[in-house]
């Protein structure tokens, strides 16, 4: 067995510490070795408030893993990518479409290893669907993405400025496992976008796809749902109905579930990353994030009331 | 001399009528055998309602050229790509990225030539500025891209609807040249858009770029701009300064004026399109319109005064 990764994360959020921590430290190929962070401090590892300083005090750092907002993510990425590190991005991989086109040049002129998450993508029921779905002609796709901004991003600012997608925050992970799942691309026909009249980025949106032979897709995403939140994507073929629900945790064809496994999407992302950097390979599809630029452009935009964020910090 | 292309437009509004229909006359590697309008009817060839009545009548038709606005353009040029036809789409190429992404595959899978045309690249000094440009490290730029809508897109709704993308329409002729002429990428940092309050596209946008090798870029385009008009492009470097004004007509460095021709940049097009077609090859660069679809994500939108189109046709 090789030497573990030397890995450092920048950005002590909460994704960080649900999400990352507790993988990379279940994974044998990582040692964690620093951290970056504006204001957070982890045990048991060397910590900077900035990557910059992080970089330059400690070279054997070997990979990083960015887990701050998208809108300070490429900078970062592209300095550690220069100096020859592999890098890893928490969803979406930045703010803008361009940006990631440069670090996958960079990443490739570096000769190191780049990969743009999509955690949804590992969720159990996602490889199982896109096998059935594989060779079958798909009639129609709808995805129902709602739940309450306020339980799942208390405070968060950032998701609410340009750049931080709103809504399309978590829809961006129902749209990542509709391109891996389908067995043919969708484009966008049509969508409206509802944008508080406080708020620069949308608290709901409704879009249509179409697709090769007659497919058509309608996504629904709404973070003012209170109560049961909802994460399905169900999909008609000729051949019968797939429902991932969950989130992409429980998939069942027909009404029965044929798969359910608890949530490991992260251990995932880590697994396939250390596959990454030991065949110096790269993995950015930005498809997911192409939808929702294309959703900004082509959408109508509606504004709705003011959203207020009673969670508690400050709003 | 081999046989001219049987070429059919389709969308007979002002850009075909100014520019399409007199470049194809003049060039014999073409032969307009068919025009399919909602309204208009040309002189000397068949004519009817629709492309797809228009291909069904006339299977000989080998070339198509797309000049309708973007919104409708998808689904005419994935029939015409479908039935083995050539197809030239105006800029933009679509209303979404995806759609020109699946119209680029459907074209290879096909054996057939897409060519997504940006005329502004045909401009005569564009070419002679990318030469110049090539190995000088560049400082920065500056577009300037100001004009009276209600001169150039007299009653033309389309443009104000979702899709239809505002000020990018004349905007993205810059970033067309721009993407063209630098020797490395660019992407977007911050953009704002403002956005008439009774329209749904844009009326001006301010946007800033970042480049490898520390380069800004800034780039302020106005439609409410009367007098005269500007269409600039100042690029400073370490060995001097370019400007290519009028669109990219007149090429200067450091104030004297080295290249100045007449505008032909359809002549340019239809020439390119038969190479293209001889070849059987495809053209197409959608990195223009990911800086609009980038913006459109990115951007802060503010809301101005509402805007009449006093031109005369209902407003």
Not at 43 to 61: L, Q
Not at 198 to 203: E, G, L
Request: net charge negative.
């Amino acid at each position: 067995m090789t030497a573990p990764t030397a890995l450092a994360i920048v950005g002590v959020g909460k994704i960080a510490r649900d999400q990352h921590l507790p993988s990379i430290a279940r994974n044998p190929a990582f040692d964690l070795v620093a951290a970056a962070s504006r204001n957070a401090r982890l045990d048991g590892v060397e910590n900077f408030t900035t990557a910059a300083e992080m970089f330059e005090a400690m070279p054997g750092i070997e990979a990083v893993a960015l887990c701050m907002p998208p809108q300070a993510r490429h900078a970062i990425a592209a300095d550690a990518l220069g100096r020859g590190k592999h890098v890893l991005l928490e969803k979406p991989p930045g703010a803008t479409l361009s940006e990631i086109n440069h670090l996958a040049h960079l990443a490739e002129a570096c000769g190191v290893s780049l990969f743009a998450t999509w955690h949804s993508r590992f969720a159990p029921g996602v490889e199982p669907a896109r096998d059935w779905l594989a060779g079958k002609s798909i009639r129609s796709v709808r995805v129902d993405w709602m739940e309450d901004v306020r339980h799942w991003h208390p405070g968060q600012d950032w998701i609410w400025e340009p750049g931080g997608l709103g809504v399309f925050d978590p829809g961006i992970n129902a749209l990542s496992i509709v391109t891996r799942i389908l067995p043919e691309p969708v484009w966008l026909t049509s969508a409206e976008l509802s944008f508080p009249e406080n708020r620069a980025a949308p608290i709901a949106a409704r879009l249509r796809f179409e697709g090769g032979s007659d497919l058509t897709a309608e996504a629904i995403f709404d973070w003012r749902q209170t109560g049961p939140q909802t994460w399905d994507i169900a999909v008609e073929t000729d051949e019968g109905k797939l429902v991932l629900s969950a989130g992409g945790a429980t998939l069942a064809i027909d009404g029965a579930v044929v798969s359910e496994a608890p949530e490991a999407e992260y251990d995932g992302i880590y697994a396939r990353f250390a596959e990454l950097i030991a065949k110096r390979q790269s993995d950015v599809d930005i498809s997911p994030l192409r939808h929702v630029a294309d959703a900004f452009m082509l959408g109508r935009r509606q504004i709705v009331e003011p959203f207020h964020d009673h969670a508690g910090d400050g709003h």
